[in-house]
């Protein structure tokens, strides 16, 4: 049973990368999923997180309108765009599953019970 996050890396400030989030033993299909990320000497921090089938999305101030949450049910997967990074978005990124059917919170950490390992993004000035 585990979240698989992938698609970290290096990349320059205004540049791109897409995270995917994996599931095997566990299915996503039916619950809420997040992202959350964690820099060094930092608390975890929500990112973003979309609902079951799609339909509402949520964000952190941080992030509106350069990252983008989706998700492809059929493929047990989650995505997550990451456009216009910064150097203030260097961190660790993690994929998690929702604790609760109703997805609500979407935003607390307390309220993901599986997640991912994390996959290292960097983004240099």
């Known amino acids: 049973v585990q979240l698989q996050a992938s698609g970290g890396g290096l990349v320059q400030a205004g540049g791109s990368l897409r995270l995917s989030c994996a599931a095997s033993g566990l299915t996503l299909q039916t619950w809420t999923m997040g992202w959350f990320r964690q820099a060094p000497g930092k608390e975890r921090e929500f990112v973003a997180a979309i609902s079951r089938r799609g339909g509402s999305t949520s964000y952190a101030d941080s992030v509106k309108g350069r990252f983008t949450i989706s998700r492809d049910n059929a493929k047990n997967t989650g995505y997550l765009q990451m456009n216009s990074l910064k150097p203030e978005d260097t961190a660790v990124y993690y994929c998690?599953?929702?604790?609760?059917?109703?997805?609500?919170?979407?935003?607390?950490?307390?309220?993901?019970?599986?997640w991912g390992q994390g996959t290292q993004v960097t983004v240099s000035s």
């Open positions: 998690a599953r929702h604790r609760y059917t109703t997805g609500q919170p979407m935003d607390e950490r307390a309220s993901y019970n599986y």
